[in-house]
């Protein structure tokens, strides 16, 4: 890639430190704490700018070769699940009907949008679903504790967790290797009781995830092993 680079600036309340998010699909975000300034926001990204540069065009070389068609069969490694994919056409609104491993997508046969609003809606009631019994227990193994869950498509976050102990997850997550599963959710659990990235912070995750550093490379690098039909409107 030749030329300067395409940043989103976000400033958010909730950060304790600059960060930056990469994704094939939504570029390059950067978020700045409240108490960072614009210019020190610059200065941290000029320092890292090989890195990012190096970072977003390995992500774009993979979107070139992505398939943008309709899925035939949708593998969720998180959890471990494989289904089969079919198509009907029907008139009025895009809905999908489970048999055994198999999802059937209905839907008016020329509007793939549609077909692909239906499966991400479907996504996310399964990620529900599992997620509801999943996380309590690990917080059943761990001694974490939250009060509320919610499901979300974030396009650069894999979860996060509120003050008032709200934690939301990814239904994307389902793409990932299992250990990066549990590892991110542990993650946002330490949250529960330091909601910054400070040495205390780390030293807990630590105690339940030993190989927290790998892991957290890993699932940074992990946008591209969910399928580009998930990302496209």
């Given at each position: 890639m030749r030329g300067s680079l395409a940043y989103h600036w976000r400033r958010s309340p909730?950060?304790?430190?600059?960060q930056v998010r990469i994704t094939p699909w939504q570029?390059?975000?950067?978020?700045?704490?409240?108490?960072?300034?614009?210019?020190?926001a610059r200065a941290f990204v000029a320092k890292h700018r090989q890195w990012i540069r190096d970072t977003w065009v390995r992500m774009r070389e993979q979107v070139v070769d992505a398939d943008l068609t309709l899925?035939?069969?949708?593998?969720?490694?998180g959890i471990p699940e494989h289904w089969e994919v079919r198509y009907r056409s029907r008139a009025g609104q895009a809905r999908i009907t489970v048999s055994g491993n198999v999802l059937t997508v209905h839907y008016d046969g020329e509007r793939e949008k549609t077909a692909r609003d239906a499966l991400r809606r479907w996504l996310t009631e399964r990620?529900?679903?599992y997620f509801s019994m999943y996380v309590p227990q690990l917080c059943g193994a761990?001694?974490?504790?939250?009060?509320r869950m919610q499901i979300r498509g974030q396009t650069s976050r894999w979860g996060s967790c509120s003050s008032?102990?709200?934690?939301?997850?990814?239904?994307?997550?389902?793409?990932?290797?299992?250990e990066l599963v549990r590892y991110l959710i542990v993650h946002e659990l330490s949250h529960t009781r330091y909601l910054d990235h400070s040495a205390r912070f780390w030293k807990l995750v630590g105690e339940f995830?030993?190989?927290y550093r790998t892991l957290d490379q890993e699932l940074g690098e992990s946008w591209r092993d969910v399928p580009a039909w998930v990302e496209i409107s």
């Open positions: 909730r950060a304790k430190s600059l570029g390059i975000e950067v978020v700045i704490p409240r108490h960072v300034s614009r210019e020190r899925p035939q069969t949708i593998e969720l490694r990620a529900r679903e761990t001694g974490f504790g939250y009060k008032s102990l709200t934690l939301s997850l990814n239904y994307k997550l389902l793409f990932l290797e299992p995830e030993p190989d």
